[in-house]
């Protein structure tokens, strides 16, 4: 009767786990004060879609509350480039700092943000930009995400440049990577 009895409560138990975890699921995502680290493979073109790049970027942010980040963003490229006049092999880097916010409390999370930084290196000239951001995060744990991200990044020397850069001096940015809240 005794093993029977232990028998019950551990079929009982082991039924319950389920039960628990999902209940812990509930908890998706960052909360205020938490931190965010990201790492990215991304990739850049010209506004015609004619030559473009590939490279890594790492991302660290703060949760301002549970729906709003800022960061910093560094990413370094590479890109072999073969046109008329030109064959050479090109390194270059952009840091930047953002500002996003989060839709949605479920696994996945779309975002809108703004990002304001330099691009500099060879092969581009040193300049200064400020971008638009749309993406998404998709937890596949309560904290760790999949992070897909497009970002349009207009291009200026100084404030005279920046009211027609929008639409002459425009790149796109995109990339795809995982990231951790801690």
């Known amino acids: 009767m005794n093993r029977v009895n232990t028998a019950a409560i551990t079929l009982c138990l082991l039924g319950a786990l389920p039960m628990a975890a999902s209940a812990q699921s509930s908890n998706i995502g960052p909360v205020e ?3 965010e680290f990201s790492l990215s493979g991304t990739g850049s073109n010209d506004r015609d879609f004619n030559s473009g790049s590939f490279g890594v970027s790492g991302d660290l942010g703060w949760y301002l509350n549970d729906n ?3 960061g ?3 990413s370094i490229n590479y890109a072999d480039i073969e046109g008329e006049g030109v064959t050479d092999d090109f390194w270059n880097g952009s840091t930047r700092g953002y500002l996003n916010h989060h839709f949605l409390d479920n696994r996945a999370r779309p975002f ?17 930009f400020a971008g638009l951001e749309t993406g998404i995060k998709y937890y596949v744990r309560s904290k760790t995400f999949i992070l897909a991200r497009a970002e349009y990044q207009f291009l200026f020397s100084d404030t005279d440049d920046a009211t ?4 002459d001096d425009g790149i796109w940015a995109y990339t795809v990577g995982l990231g951790y809240h801690f």
């Not at 809108?112 to 290196?121: E, H, K, R």
């Not at 027609?164 to 639409?167: G, L, V, Y």
């Open 33 to 35: 004060g938490e931190r």
């Open 68 to 70: 709003m980040v800022a």
């Open 164 to 167: 027609d850069a929008f639409q």
């Open 112 to 128: 809108v943000g703004a990002s304001l930084g330099g691009i500099y290196g060879d092969g581009v000239k040193d300049s200064a």
């Open 72 to 74: 910093v963003r560094q």
